[in-house]
């Protein structure tokens, strides 16, 4: 009896010691945590192997969260299993009126264009281009009408904005990444801008130039180290209203302004921004590749469903959810993000699509798997939230879980790879782990994550999840890095 009572004590012991060895962070985590002057408990960790069935370090683990853009590897792995890999968004091409030949026999369409979207995130102007160029190989070269959009598989509610407020997530208003989702989306509705130092001064350009958007360069050469090269110059954006009788109700255009330094040390560097609606900026594309292409055009823009009478003319897809995922979550894409989630909607709640389905979508995919995230909150699904919530532990289980279903080679494609793509490219390039980890980033003012898969030394696979929700949650990369490295050698 006294044995079985001291073996039992002793299995007690090693319990416990288990529990707190799980508890505990390594000590080079730790410390760099310590320097960082981040408190243990404004920290969340899980790893686990993926085969093993408890994980070798859960801190805080099961706490509630804002993980920021990692937060679309929930919605990213919700969407290939949901949809499946190879789901391909549609857009639909309809005439309302009939298709007559001019003295060239080309074909007239006598009335209007409509274009149908359906929510396709990499619906970018070559896509655009494709489109219009089969509309004039099956016959039509001239419109007479209007151009009709239809984004009826979005509600109302979903990015209808006309003009901008001061109501962006970070009051930068005109940055790509706030740009609001819409049913048909072109290019991101995003104006890159290009900028070169020369040998007179500083060269800006559109990357994709439109003529409603109006470019006045004030910016001036400086001598010296690039630096912090964003913070040498800013910018202003005035739009320009469409005005008839004296009423202007509608913007039109916009002007955007830059002043301030660039350095030649800089070499060439980029900004996007989105300074036309998805409306304007869907309607100035159209025009300017529907005459590149030879195409005639002098009508106007409407919003509206498809007219009953609107005979359908062609289809396009778009290139499947597996290779559109990689731009979303290899570069955090915030746009593509929200559109996906909103598909999710539309496919699996009914059109018009709201975030609030798409979120209920989220969460019931999630109790599908087993996985009780009580904690979860979904606001748009891109992490672009001070809202959205969930656990270390739950995000583990939940790459876990992927990592054991048929979705898992997409999933881990989509990832950034460690020291060489994506946004971890610039991180740990001289370490063992190099090119062995497939992580999501995420990082807002006061959080900063990292999740994803981690190669030990010994090919033996784990999830790692890292989240700080702290005011110098900045500083805690080195302690992420540290993690990763702990990973790989233990």
């Known amino acids: 009896m006294k044995q ?5 004590g002793f299995m007690l012991t090693l319990l416990c010691l288990s529990f707190l060895a799980k508890a505990e962070l390594p000590a080079a985590v730790a410390d ?14 899980y790893v686990q192997a993926v085969d093993s069935t408890a994980p070798s370090i859960s801190h805080n683990a099961a706490k509630s969260t804002n993980p920021a853009s990692v937060m679309k590897l929930v919605t990213t792995t919700a969407a290939l299993d949901v949809l499946t890999p190879a789901y391909r968004w549609k857009t639909e091409v309809y005439r309302d009126g009939v298709v007559v030949s001019d003295k ?4 007239v369409l006598q009335g209007n264009l409509v274009l149908k979207g359906y929510g396709d995130p990499s619906f970018k102007a070559q896509e655009f281009w494709r489109l219009l160029m089969s509309l004039q190989q099956a016959g039509i070269k001239q419109i007479t009408g209007d151009i009709v959009i239809d984004k009826t598989v979005f509600a109302k509610s979903v ?10 997530f970070d009051k930068e208003k005109w940055r ?13 509705r995003n104006t890159s801008f290009k900028f070169v130092a020369t040998d007179v001064g500083v060269n800006v350009t559109q990357e994709f130039e439109l003529p409603e958007v109006q470019l006045v360069n004030n ?52 900004l996007e921004l989105s300074v036309l609606d998805d409306e304007q900026y869907a309607f100035a594309t159209f025009k300017k590749l529907w005459v590149e292409l030879g195409g005639k055009f002098n009508g106007k823009l409407k919003i509206q469903a498809t007219p009953a009478s609107a005979t359908k003319v062609l289809e396009q897809l778009s290139e499947p959810l597996g290779y559109v995922e990689r731009d979303i979550n290899k570069w955090s894409n915030n746009l593509m993000a929200r559109q996906l989630l909103l598909t999710l909607a539309v496919e699996k709640q009914a059109a018009p699509a709201t975030e609030t389905k798409g979120a209920q979508v989220l969460k019931d995919w999630m ?13 748009n699904g891109s992490g672009l939230s001070r809202n959205e919530r969930i656990s270390a532990e739950h995000l583990g289980a939940l790459l876990v879980s992927a990592y054991h279903s048929a979705i898992m080679p997409e999933l881990m494609a989509s990832l950034p790879i460690l020291a060489q793509d994506g946004t971890v490219k610039k991180r740990l390039n001289d370490s063992q782990v190099q090119g062995r980890a497939h992580l999501k980033t995420g990082s807002l003012d006061g959080v900063s994550a990292i999740a994803g898969y981690v190669l030990d030394a010994k090919n033996r696979r784990h999830v790692m999840v890292m989240i700080v929700n702290h005011a110098n949650a900045a500083a805690s990369k080195n302690a992420q890095d540290a993690l990763i490295e702990w990973v790989y050698a233990h």
């Open 219 to 270: 910016l001036k050469l400086k001598s010296g180290a690039c630096g912090e090269w964003r913070s040498n110059f800013g910018y202003t954006v005035k739009q320009k209203e469409a005005c008839s009788n004296s009423n202007c109700n509608k913007n039109t255009g916009a002007v955007v302004t830059f002043g301030g330094t660039f350095s030649p040390d800089c070499g060439e560097r980029y």
């Open 367 to 379: 109790a599908s798997k087993n996985i009780d995230a009580t904690e979860l909150v979904i606001e």
């Open 32 to 45: 760099a945590l310590k320097r960082a002057s981040i408190p243990l408990s404004a920290v969340a960790v």
């Open 4 to 8: 079985l009572i001291l073996k039992s």
């Open 176 to 188: 790509a990444y706030n740009a609001e989702p819409s049913a048909f989306l072109v290019n991101g």
């Open 159 to 168: 990015g209808d904005r006309h003009t901008f407020d001061d109501e962006a």
């Open 104 to 107: 060239l026999n080309n074909g």
